[in-house]
């Protein structure tokens, strides 16, 4: 059964360089990119689909310090003390106890730092070879974005992927492994026909995707082999009539917002 319902969240906001995001880029022109989250609807239940930052981390002078050392990158909560992922849910009126699954695009410190609600709760997604890397080497992944405070935690209930995979009904995650070892991005199948591609990280700006432009930060591939991923998740796409949905670009992710607030108005 395809998904009903999909809800983009905001869950803050990060401002980088531009070439983090497209190989060869200007080094001082700087974005200031969303960081994003995604609600779908399924028959079994509320999926999450990346979960923001782990706001101890960064509310922490200590541990901001250390997890976030270079001035090149800032990252930024939503206004508020509280977390903004529940803030995010309860303003479209979903509890965090309404969640009942999540998946991960891949483990850096934007996308997996909200797991900590989650943990001994409901079964998380992620490729195998995502979480083996995350796991070992230590402390090669940390300088890589991923805290392992976020993840490493013996009460997730981990679903691990090997491959493309469908993770609930109508939502297939698509191993597009290069920014990391074992990201996914994921196509949505919609009730009612229609759908998306959501590339995540695999493209974060809309010209990654329309002028098939490197992304910026990838590991053990070529900048070349990053646009390999880009042009498969076009021809999905394309061969089922679905936009391919960039995952951070600054301009597409609000249109977004608003396209699926309309689409899927109560």
């Not at 969303?34 to 689909?49: K, Q, R, S």
């Not at 309860?90 to 991960?104: K, P, R």
Request: net charge negative; charged share 25%.
């Amino acid at each position: 059964m395809p998904v009903r319902r999909i809800i983009a969240l905001t869950l803050g906001w990060e401002d980088l360089p531009k070439s983090a995001s497209v190989f060869g880029a200007s080094r001082t022109e700087r974005v200031r990119e969303p960081v994003p989250g995604l609600l779908l609807e399924t028959a079994d239940g509320w999926l999450l689909l990346d979960t923001g930052f782990n706001t101890a981390l960064l509310r922490d002078p200590a541990l901001r310090r250390r997890f976030y050392p270079s001035p090149n990158y800032q990252p930024e909560l939503p206004p508020g003390p509280g977390e903004p992922l529940e803030a995010a849910l309860d303003a479209v009126g979903v509890a965090l106890a309404d969640i009942t699954a999540v998946a991960l695009s891949h483990l850096h410190v934007d996308h997996a730092g909200g797991l900590k609600h989650f943990a001994g709760r409901v079964p998380v997604h992620v490729q195998r070879a995502e979480l083996d890397y995350g796991m070992s080497n230590h402390p090669e992944p940390e300088r890589y974005s991923m805290a392992r405070v976020d993840y490493d935690d013996p009460r997730i209930d981990w679903r691990l992927a090997e491959g493309d995979t469908e993770i609930a009904p109508g939502v297939t995650a698509l191993l597009t492994a290069g920014h990391t070892p074992g990201h996914q991005s994921f196509v949505v199948d919609l009730a009612g026909g229609g759908g998306y591609v959501f590339a995540c990280d695999a493209a974060d700006l809309t010209e990654n995707i329309t002028g098939e432009r490197a992304i910026g930060s990838f590991r053990g591939v070529t900048p070349e082999q990053t646009v390999t991923q880009i042009r498969r998740l076009k021809d999905i796409g394309a061969s089922r009539g679905y936009p391919v949905v960039p995952g951070h670009d600054p301009l597409a992710w609000p249109a977004l917002t608003t396209e699926l607030a309309d689409r899927f108005r109560p």
